[in-house]
């Protein structure tokens, strides 16, 4: 028989409340008491929301679970999109990974986009199955096509057209674009009259050319290119279309059959490559969330960058300010743990830089407007040193 240590026995004489307290620890598993954390969740990589990890990864933040959640945990640079098209920039030169910012300040990461919002239960949604609850809530999500409304107008576009949003996917399939222009002429159409659509076409034509002479076409649409964008930008960076050759349509694309692009004039545009540069939109689940809204159907953010009927949800506007994300990041901690608010900064600047193909870029400020380059140099190292600096901590 093998020898077993003795076992040692307590007796508990009488059932005082000393002793029935001290039965209750002795056979049910302890429940440790520990002060209630608050949950921050970061919805989407977003500028904002990298400034965000950022601040929290250089400043602390407490006795405070964070979660971001996005479909991949990387930052990809828009501003330098088209350079990565032209072929300026490797893809590691525009796509950041997220791992280090969420290492250094504790936050958790789950791999997913929202399917839903509940305000008042303060819980989100997600693809991954999980419902995600939160104290404080900051939206700043991947920008986003609606799908569902381009193929509406444009029949065939989800299976025939490579859609520049998500960026993700966009970045992982433009290889195979440039692969197949190795090997023949290709006939690639930018579909889009906006800054990305005009960046694109001219950055498409710098890279394709060679070896065989693919050629791009514009469809621009409807309306006038660039516009809200200065006379003179408009003018220069058209001065660049043509001198790339690039055909300018002012037409709608009204389908897609894989071979050809359907005109709203009922002409036909032969098409290897469709390239669908769509404005970005607010995904329906905010939209459906039931939050307070303006007369254009998106929800009403105040100057803190709450929603104005849920004030613990913070949303980041469209085409937000490159420096948003301090004020961000202040609201929110000010949201779990009290103090000020600070007054987000939400005017744009009145510069514009656009890549103009063939390392140029074009400059306007109010009246005056330079294309060249060097104005490309100097983008080029403003957009190093400021996606640098979106990761000090």
């Known amino acids: 028989m093998t020898a077993t240590p003795s076992r040692k026995h307590l007796v508990l004489l009488g059932a005082g409340r ?7 620890n002795r056979y049910t598993p302890r429940m440790i008491a520990t002060p209630s954390r608050k949950h921050l969740v970061l919805l989407g990589a977003g500028r904002a929301n990298v400034q965000v ?18 479909p991949h945990p990387a930052y990809i640079e828009r501003g330098m999109l088209a350079g990565y098209v032209a072929g300026d920039y490797a893809l590691e030169d525009i796509r950041v990974p997220l791992d280090a910012l969420l290492q250094n300040c504790g936050a958790n990461f789950i791999p997913a986009h929202a399917l839903a919002l509940d305000p008042v239960a303060r819980r989100v949604q997600l693809s991954s199955g999980d419902a995600l609850p939160y ?3 900051s939206i700043d999500a991947d920008p986003a096509a609606n799908r569902q409304q381009i193929e509406a107008d444009m029949p065939g576009a989800g299976r025939n057209a490579l ?13 195979q674009v440039r692969a197949l222009a190795a090997e023949r002429a290709l006939q690639v159409a930018v579909i889009g009259a906006g800054r990305i659509a005009v960046e694109l076409a001219l950055a498409c034509a710098h890279a394709l050319a060679d070896p065989h002479g693919s050629r791009v076409t514009l469809v621009g649409g409807d309306l006038f290119l660039l516009p809200g964008e200065p006379a003179g930008l408009q003018r220069k960076m058209l001065e660049r279309l043509k001198d790339q050759q690039i055909t300018v349509l002012q037409e709608r ?3 897609l059959d894989g071979r050809e692009l359907q005109l709203s004039g009922g002409a036909r545009l032969v098409c290897d490559a ?24 998106l929800p009403l953010v105040n100057e803190r960058l709450q929603s104005e009927s ?7 506007p469209p085409r937000a300010p490159l420096a948003l994300g301090l004020a961000l990041e202040h609201n929110l901690r000010t949201a779990l743990g009290g103090g000020a608010y600070k007054r987000a ?11 103009s193909g063939a390392n140029r870029a074009a400059f306007a400020w109010g009246f005056i407007t330079f294309e060249g380059r060097e104005i490309w140099r100097s983008k080029d190292r403003r957009d190093r040193k400021r996606l640098a600096a979106l990761f000090q901590m």
């Open 18 to 24: 000393a002793n029935i307290r001290a039965s209750v």
């Open 53 to 70: 990890l950022a601040g929290l990864a250089r400043n602390g933040h407490g006795d405070l679970d964070i979660t971001l959640v996005a």
């Open 135 to 137: 104290d404080v809530l």
């Open 163 to 175: 859609f520049t949003l998500p960026l993700e996917n966009f970045v992982q399939l433009w290889p």
């Open 253 to 255: 694309c009204t389908g």
């Open 274 to 297: 469709p390239l669908l540069a769509a404005p970005a939109s607010s995904p329906a689940w905010l939209l459906q969330a039931g939050l307070q809204a303006g007369a254009d159907g």
């Open 310 to 316: 849920h004030r613990q949800i913070f949303i980041v």
């Open 345 to 355: 900064p939400l005017a744009r600047s009145p510069m514009r830089l656009l890549a």
